[in-house]
């Protein structure tokens, strides 16, 4: 029996490598197509297409919203620049200073480095394949979380839909059973009527045959039946096949639906009725259920 996969899931990952923590979130409900909504900080949005193209791999359809978090722990990143340039100018004013007002030349390295800019800190860019080495497997894990989770609820919708589609064939069973005593009751009940307008005089048997005939040209549904019979079948091989089905699904759905439309609009009889109405209930709750699957 093949995966079958929701389109409801969760992925956390999270994992600090170097000194830089990264988190990835991935949460998905059902969506027509595969619609990827990414969250992320600046330094790892040169990556986006590359994150695109991972999920790919791992997910078909869905609506995907992704968090991704970044934060550098690392001192080694910071370094610290000396501004020779600034501290040139610093000193040849200082020297005017000194020659303009007759100061004593008391200038030491420390008071000139501590005058703005002559030191900065700065952070190094750190190398792009090393970043995206680290946070491919972060990402790719979260995915993997994700993907085990849909996995996970798309079986239990399986076992619920595989259990929908023997009630529902219950339902046609009684159907098909209860036909030949729909028409047996009209019959009965037609002879009865003709034989009380006569006054016990002889009965046409041809005439009872003929309106019988056309009553059940009314309201046979061997057809609707056989077909609705067959959709069932075609439904639980995609299920038990896995995949991406889903869209596959709805339309067997659709056709199941106008199959037991038309079964109830022929029902002459109360408990055909009930059933018939049984059969589009069960056919709406398996739509609602084939709308999550991927």
Same mark, same amino acid.
């Given at each position: 029996m093949g995966i079958l996969r929701s389109m409801t899931g969760f992925g956390r990952s999270e994992a600090e490598p170097n000194g830089r923590r990264y988190t990835v979130e991935i949460k998905s409900v059902n969506h027509r197509f595969l619609d990827i909504n990414i969250k992320m900080p600046k330094v790892l949005s040169k990556f986006e297409s590359s994150i695109r193209t991972i999920m790919k791999e791992y997910l078909e359809r869905g609506k995907v919203d992704v968090y991704i978090s970044f934060f550098n722990t690392s001192s080694e990143t910071a370094c610290v620049r000396y501004n020779k340039g600034i501290a040139s100018e610093y #000193? !040849?004013? =200082? *020297?005017?200073?000194k020659e303009d007002f007759g100061l004593d030349y008391d200038i030491r390295v420390s008071t000139l480095s501590r005058f703005p800019d002559v030191f900065t800190t700065e952070e190094e860019e750190p190398d792009e394949d090393q970043i995206w080495g680290e946070f491919e497997p972060v990402m790719r894990k979260a995915l993997e979380e994700i993907r085990?989770?849909?996995e996970r609820e798309g079986e239990d919708l399986r076992r619920d =839909? =595989?259990? !929908?589609l023997d009630e529902l064939k219950e339902e046609v069973g009684f159907i098909e059973k209860r036909s030949p005593e729909i028409m047996e009751n009209y019959r009965n009940r037609l002879t009865e009527r003709v034989r009380e307008m006569l006054n016990d005089a002889a009965i046409d048997e041809s005439r009872i045959v003929t309106e019988?005939? @056309? &009553?059940? +040209?009314k309201v046979c549904v061997d057809e609707e039946l056989t077909r609705l019979k067959s959709h069932i079948d075609s439904m639980r091989k995609e299920l038990e096949k896995g995949g991406a089905v889903g869209r !596959? #699904? +709805? &339309? @067997?759905?659709?056709?199941? *639906?106008r199959e037991a439309n038309t079964t109830l609009s022929k029902a002459n009889d109360i408990l055909t009725s009930d059933s018939a109405i049984e059969i589009k209930t069960g056919i709406e709750k398996i739509r609602e259920q084939i709308q999550n699957i991927e």
């Open positions: #000193l !040849k004013y =200082l *020297n005017e200073m085990q989770t849909r =839909l =595989l259990g !929908k019988v005939t @056309i &009553f059940s +040209d !596959k #699904l +709805d &339309f @067997i759905a659709q056709e199941m *639906n």
